[in-house]
């Protein structure tokens, strides 16, 4: 069974460009979650969807957003990059997303904004 | 908001002996908690969850977790260490509010001597 895809895996954009980084979840699984992490802030919450819904927003500005499509698939957007938005963005994807079901993680796309 | 502590940075501990990996957690309600580990340049891997039920969790290679209530502690152990478990391990808990987000502690890089 194929795990989590995440693609590219590395990316290099300059300040002020956008970015759209791409997450294929295991098959059946139904909720998408991203997450940010960093050497200094740790994984951070982005946004959870479930079929198609936003249903969480962590704390982030309106630079980042995602949409979920019917197969599930998902995709994340950065506008405007800023240098501190160089990261490893992890998407994750679980069957129910309810509460008690583990998150099965991509190997992540790492950002370097210049 | 849930939270989850890790107060060691890094644990060392020789091959072959006993390994603990610390986690205290806040939550409102009764929690979910999570253990991944993480390899260099990877994703997150599932270890293993409490839900509800024994307070000893068994999950992947060999590794366990205690629930303690009272406490509020959720601690990673493993019988005998092995260099392959050289790696950055993370504790998570959700709460049952229907806020599906997963918030992680901080990550302890465990280094396991030959």
């Known amino acids: 069974k194929a795990g989590v895809t995440q693609t590219p895996r590395y990316l290099i954009k300059t300040r002020g460009q956008q970015v759209t980084l791409s997450c294929s979840p295991i098959s059946g699984h139904r909720s998408v979650s991203w997450y940010q992490q960093t050497p200094g802030q740790g994984l951070q919450f982005l946004f959870e969807y479930f079929s198609e819904t936003q249903r969480n927003k962590g704390n982030f500005p309106g630079r980042f957003s995602g949409r979920q499509f019917s197969n599930s698939r998902s995709e994340m957007n950065v506008s405007t990059l800023e240098l501190g938005d160089s990261a490893l963005y992890l998407c994750a994807s679980s069957r129910t997303g309810n509460e008690g079901t583990e998150a099965f993680f991509g190997q992540g796309t790492r950002l370097t904004v210049v | 908001a849930q939270s989850v502590a890790q107060p060691e940075d890094q644990v060392n501990v020789a091959e072959g002996n006993p390994l603990t990996v610390k986690c205290t957690y806040s939550v409102s309600g009764n929690p979910y908690l999570f253990w991944y580990v993480q390899y260099p340049n990877r994703g997150l891997q599932f270890l293993l969850k409490?839900?509800?039920?024994?307070?000893l969790v068994k999950g992947s290679y060999g590794f366990e977790a205690e629930f303690n209530k009272s406490q509020t502690s959720f601690h990673l152990k493993k019988p005998s260490a092995l260099v392959s478990d050289s790696a950055l391990y993370f504790c998570?808990?959700?709460?049952?509010?229907?806020?599906?987000?997963?918030?992680f502690g901080k990550g302890n890089q465990v280094v396991v001597i030959p």
């Open positions: 409490y839900i509800t039920g024994d307070n």
């Open positions: 998570a808990v959700r709460d049952m509010n229907g806020n599906n987000r997963l918030a």
